[in-house]
């Protein structure tokens, strides 16, 4: 079953579709100021351990026409959403491969890390977690610093976490199956979210400048909460 990029209203009406191939599945997109609309898809996946080994980026007009895209190979496991860096006109593809495209979509480097939060861009440098400790990191991915473990283990398992992001004040919102936790930096829980049995978090999650927080379920649900 082909998977497919959706534009929504504020009221949750549909604006634009653009169906992929076959066998393909769309990771969660991002906004740049020219309301450019990335989204990255997963064309192949291995077959010993279910994650992504190819993919495309994407990059689509506000009205849904497809400008450019680029393939790419490597282990991006459960893609976090592009980071775009405006003053550099990078963009930045995580999870397991640290990719870095031009903004016209081609591919500048890519390095085999273990990136799963959408880095924190400051700078020369770049913050992120690998769902265990925080990392900072050069703009190649040389590791700098790593912290102590996180207190996450106690709150979801222990044995990692499906989707991950951290916003500008370097809260960390992490999911795992039916649950949404919200820590702080150092790792303390400040909140936990379930959506109700059987709804799966099953997208990346996105923060918006006012803090409201979006992700999605295996329902095709769609959930806003107020930080």
């Known amino acids: 079953t082909p998977g497919s990029a959706y534009s929504l209203t504020k009221d949750g009406e549909l604006r634009w579709q653009y169906q992929m191939d076959v066998g393909t599945s769309v990771n969660t997109p991002s906004i740049d100021k020219n309301e450019v609309v990335y989204f990255s898809t997963c064309k192949a ?5 279910r994650t992504c080994i190819s993919g495309e980026l994407l990059a689509f007009s506000s009205q849904g026409s497809l400008l450019w895209s ?3 190979d490597g282990n991006s496991g459960k893609s976090a959403p592009p980071i775009i860096v405006e003053e550099k006109d990078l963009i ?4 397991g491969t640290l990719f870095v495209f031009s903004r016209d ?5 890519k390095k085999e890390m273990n990136v799963a939060t959408p880095p924190i861009i400051s700078g020369n440098r770049l913050f992120f977690s690998d769902g265990y400790r925080w990392i900072v990191a050069d703009e190649q991915g040389n590791t700098l610093f790593e ?4 207190e996450v283990g106690t709150y979801l398992g222990g044995d990692g976490f499906d989707f991950s992001v951290m916003d500008q004040s370097g809260n960390h919102y992490v999911s795992q199956y039916d ?7 150092q790792g303390t829980k400040l909140w936990s979210f379930s959506p109700g049995t059987s709804r799966s978090i099953t997208s990346g999650i996105i923060i918006d400048n006012d ?3 979006y992700f999605g379920t295996e ?3 769609v959930f806003a909460l107020e930080p």
Do not use: D, K
């Not at 996946?45 to 351990?49: E, L, V």
């Not at 930045?92 to 999870?95: M, Q, V």
């Not at 649950?179 to 930096?185: E, I, K, N, Y």
């Open 211 to 213: 803090g409201v927080i």
């Open 179 to 185: 649950f949404l936790t919200a820590l702080s930096w």
């Open 105 to 109: 979509g081609a591919l500048l480097w």
């Open 70 to 72: 680029t393939s790419f």
């Open 92 to 95: 930045y593809l995580t999870n």
């Open 147 to 150: 912290s102590e473990q996180l």
């Open 45 to 49: 996946m291995s077959p010993t351990n």
């Open 219 to 221: 329902n095709a649900e």
